[in-house]
């Protein structure tokens, strides 16, 4: 069984580049969730999707930050433009719609923007 | 606010023993608590669930316990092994859509 793959595993881009991170869920889950993880403030939430809607987007912090899902097996992750603070592992998790899921997380992208 | 605070950074403990984490949340009525494991460049991989009207939960080597008055659980580690080393999470529910939130996490360390 194929996990949650997310791509690229690494990133490294300058300030002021547009950054596209990228998720395939586990076929048959309907919800997905964007993360980001710094040493400082730990694993946040930025946007879950249920079958494909996004439900709750307040964790994204600002407008630079976007996230589509065209598709129950694809979604994204955009910065534009990115800045150096933006710098952080972002994790994708999926599991299914129903109450006391477990979530199930991809091995993440490790992002440096310079 | 709310909060969920994991009570330490780091745990140290020699092997065999029993390792015993806690996590402590603030403003949360959860239906169920989730302990998560992750490990150095990997994503957070599921351990555990507990509900709110069970007392323990066990699965091989660990018990997670949920003391909703407390507003607490403690997630037990017996006869650790150093390949227990990681970082422990634990998730509350906030909500009705699997929409989870994590405590900072606490590094175990098990030395041999």
């Known amino acids: 069984d194929a996990g949650v793959i997310q791509s690229p595993r690494h990133e490294v881009t300058e300030m002021g580049q547009e950054v596209t991170l990228r998720c395939k869920p586990i076929s048959g889950h309907n919800s997905l969730f964007w993360y980001r993880q710094t040493m400082m403030r730990g694993l946040e939430l930025l946007i879950y999707f249920n079958n494909n809607v996004p439900i709750d987007d307040s964790g994204m912090p600002e407008d630079r930050f976007s996230a589509k899902m065209p598709n129950a097996s694809f979604s994204t992750l955009k910065i534009q433009p990115s800045e150096p603070r933006d710098s952080a592992v972002y994790f994708c998790a999926s599991s299914l719609n129903t109450g006391n899921q477990p979530q199930h997380f991809g091995d993440g992208t490790r992002l440096s923007i310079l | 606010s709310q909060k969920i605070e994991q009570n330490s950074e780091a745990l140290n403990i020699q092997e065999g023993k029993t390792a015993t984490l806690t996590c402590n949340y603030t403003?949360?009525?959860?239906?169920?608590l989730q302990w998560y494991r992750q490990d150095p460049g990997r994503g957070p991989v599921f351990l555990l669930l507990?509900?709110?009207?069970?007392k323990e939960k066990r699965k091989e080597r660990l018990k997670v316990t949920f003391d909703t008055t407390l507003k607490q659980s403690l997630f037990h580690i017996t006869a650790s092994q150093p390949a227990d080393s990681a970082t422990y999470l634990c998730?509350?529910?906030?909500?009705?859509?699997?929409?989870?939130?994590f405590g900072a996490g606490t590094r175990l360390t098990v030395k041999p």
């Open positions: 998730a509350l529910e906030q909500g009705n859509n699997n929409d989870m939130r």
């Open positions: 507990i509900r709110e009207n069970e």
């Open positions: 403003n949360y009525s959860p239906a169920y």
